[in-house]
T-cell receptor, first 117, second 115 residues
């Protein structure tokens, strides 16, 4: 069972709406991630937070705004999205984001299915 | 840069058949290797991992061995079940933007097991 919890599981929003996706982990991990997955494709990295600071932004449009209130929580604020942003959004966490030791395993949540209408 | 190549699907097998899904990689340094599974309508679950050459990861009857000489991490299962129907992703934890630890995925292989 995953220990990364995402809410909501499904979200339908209009292009003028503002909504947020939420993620929580209680494994004491210091790195958290947002990935986007389109149908029949592998996940694509969007953002990485390390020790509550944004360390990687994979050139994501500003209509996606991440926030890390504390080491256990990660939010993704959504505003003025386009229909092509409809996808599965996966949150993940790991012990570190830049561990030089082997075995830095990334654990995923169940995802939030987003539909933009 | 680092990359992962896995066999194209879909793969369709009968129950109790032997499964192999090929995965090869290109990487600098010494990556960790992973297999993730995604059941229909769900997120990704870690299936197994290996962190150094000759390590064998195993879970739920699935196995994969980290072969540095052939840069491979093939997934195998001796007898598949209908419940194994899912998409399987091979991934490596590589060097990205100055930080290790972020995943590079293969394209995924869809497995369908028929009763």
């Amino acid at each position: 069972d995953t220990e990364v919890t995402q809410t909501p599981k499904h979200l339908v929003m209009g292009m003028t709406n503002k909504k947020s996706l939420k993620c929580e982990q209680h494994m004491g991990h210091r790195a958290m991630y947002w990935y986007k997955q389109k149908a029949k494709k592998p996940p694509e990295l969007m953002f990485v937070y390390s020790y509550e600071k944004l360390s990687i932004n994979e050139s994501v449009p500003s209509r996606f705004s991440p926030e890390c209130p504390n080491s256990s929580l990660l939010n993704l604020h959504l505003h003025a999205l386009q229909p092509e942003d409809s996808a599965l959004y996966l949150c993940a966490s790991s012990q570190e984001s830049d561990s030089s030791s082997s075995g830095n395993t990334i654990y995923f949540g169940e995802g939030s299915w987003l539909t933009v209408v | 840069g680092d990359s992962v190549t896995q066999m194209e699907g879909p793969v369709t097998l009968s129950e109790e058949a032997f499964l192999t899904i090929n995965c090869t990689y290109t990487a600098t340094g010494y990556p960790s290797l992973f297999w993730y599974v995604q059941y229909p309508g769900e997120g990704l679950q870690l299936l197994l991992k290996a962190t150094k050459a000759d390590d064998k990861g195993s879970n739920k009857g699935f196995e994969a061995t980290y072969r540095k000489e052939t840069t491979s991490f093939h997934l195998e299962k001796g007898s598949v079940q209908v419940s194994d129907s899912a998409v399987y992703f091979c991934a490596l934890s590589g060097y990205y933007g100055g930080s290790q630890g972020n995943l590079i995925f293969g394209k995924g292989t869809k497995l369908s097991v028929k009763p």
